[in-house]
């Protein structure tokens, strides 16, 4: 008898819980891919152990692509890099229906910069794949992701892991000093220029948005520098092959960002255009409220605070892809996400690698939630005041 009770009051319970869905279905459920998608709860969320390199790359993004045909798109980017690497993008969108506001993250554009790779893959992963990240992150917007922007670099810096580090200005001048060694840092592609002993664009100078042109300085180039940035604007094939993308998928990006590195622990920053100047952008006022939203929403694992500032702050800078952004494609919020990031870590010390991508994946979607702050977006007026959700 109790049991028919029983029986009869969890029927009732699914019954009641079917006509819900019917008469309130989850926003986007119809149109979205969502529902062709396995999702995964919690747990299961791909994690990679070693820092992923292009080729590990290439596979997973190909294999993401041909399994969620409906949401997941892989582009490669030309021309290819002095190694014949392309770079790889991959675009999600839940709907193909609608457009929906645009994210752009590119990362690892530095080639010390090895965990950035990482966290977009993972990034990518947990959009697709994790209940917790489909609303509103997954459906609320079009993702554009560059997970490895300077192929040659990371491969090359990779591959002198083990060796031991001397001065990089001493390494790049010296060829005799270079065997057994590495450079103590490497910033650069690895693209020979006709005629230079040294080798190595920074793309991230190489932009043609006040090339080699700050407010007060006008240094020479230094090829044999870290921050060479090139012979001529574009001269390197990372930064033309990024350039035709940006300008392919510029209309649809509302927000676009860089996840870069900082090399000094305890020096972590989220910043924003302009670099070439101190002057400030027209909407700062809106680019630090959102920064100084991520920040608070994205502290640090010893309770430390991102800082929050223009770019210009740590000095002034020509030629880089966050004014291009900003300058060029006008792309309205543009930011850098500098998490602490060693260099030349082992390559498979997890714990490193873990810590960088969780920092970085918690920077970008609080980016994206103080975005959604700023507009409202995800506030409802609840008898006159406003609740956040
Ligand atoms: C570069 O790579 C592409 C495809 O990966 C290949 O078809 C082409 O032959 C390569 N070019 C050179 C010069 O190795
Ligand atoms: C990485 O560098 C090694 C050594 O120069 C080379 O053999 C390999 O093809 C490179 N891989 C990529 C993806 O560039
Ligand atoms: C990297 O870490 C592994 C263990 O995780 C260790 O065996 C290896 O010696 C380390 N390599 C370097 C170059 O420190
Ligand atoms: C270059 O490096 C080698 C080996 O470290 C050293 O013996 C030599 O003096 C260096 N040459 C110059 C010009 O510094
Ligand atoms: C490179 O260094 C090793 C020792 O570290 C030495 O045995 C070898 O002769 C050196 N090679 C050249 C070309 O200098």
């Not at 045909?69 to 030309?78: A, C, D, H, Q, S």
């Not at 927000?255 to 000094?264: D, G, K, P, T």
């Not at 770019?311 to 020509?318: I, P, T």
């Not at 792309?331 to 602490?340: A, E, G, H, Q």
Request: net charge positive.
């Amino acid at each position: 008898m109790l049991l028919k009770i029983e029986a009869c009051m969890i029927l009732l319970l699914y019954l009641t819980g079917i006509l819900f869905m019917l008469l309130f279905p989850p926003r986007n459920f119809i149109q979205s891919g969502a529902k062709l998608r396995s999702v995964r709860s919690v747990g299961g969320s791909r994690k990679f152990s070693h820092f992923v390199d292009q080729k590990i790359l290439e596979g997973v993004t190909d294999r993401m692509a041909v399994e969620n045909l409906e949401t997941v798109r892989t582009v490669r980017l030309k021309p290819p890099t002095a190694a014949n690497n392309s770079i790889i993008a991959i675009e999600l969108q839940s709907d193909a229906q609608t457009k929906k506001p645009g994210i752009l993250i590119i990362g690892a554009l530095n080639a010390m910069a090895w965990g950035a790779t990482n966290a977009i893959l993972e990034l990518a992963d947990k959009l697709l794949f994790d209940a917790n990240y489909q609303t509103p992150f997954f459906n609320d917007y079009d993702w554009y992701f560059v997970p490895l922007a300077n192929p040659d670099g990371v491969n090359f810096t990779r591959n002198m892991q083990s060796l031991r580090p001397i001065d990089s200005a001493v390494w790049s001048r010296n060829v005799t000093a270079r065997n057994q060694t590495r450079p103590s840092h490497w910033y650069k592609n690895t693209e020979e220029e006709h005629g230079h002993k040294c080798f190595g664009i920074n793309i991230n100078r190489n932009f043609a948005f006040h090339w080699q042109d700050t407010d007060d300085v006008r240094k020479l180039p230094d090829v044999c520098s870290q921050t060479y940035s090139g012979k001529r604007p574009f001269s390197s094939a990372e930064s033309q092959a990024i350039r035709s993308y940006l300008h392919t998928i510029g209309d649809e990006i509302d927000m676009a960002i860089l996840l870069h590195a900082s090399f000094i622990p305890k020096k972590e920053y989220i910043m924003y255009p302009w670099r070439f100047a101190l002057r400030l952008p027209s909407n700062y006022k809106t680019l630090q409220a959102i920064g100084e939203y991520a920040a608070t929403q994205s502290r640090l694992p010893d309770g430390r605070l991102y800082e929050v500032h223009q770019e210009s702050n740590e000095g002034l800078v020509a030629g880089c892809l966050t004014d291009y952004l900003a300058g060029v494609i006008g792309t309205d919020l543009v930011f850098v996400i500098k998490p602490y990031h060693p260099k030349y870590p082992n390559i498979t010390d997890a714990d490193t690698l873990e810590l960088f991508v969780k920092k970085s994946i918690s920077a970008i979607l609080s980016l994206v939630r103080g975005w959604r702050s700023s507009t409202k977006q995800n506030t409802l007026s609840f008898f006159g005041r406003n609740v956040e959700f």
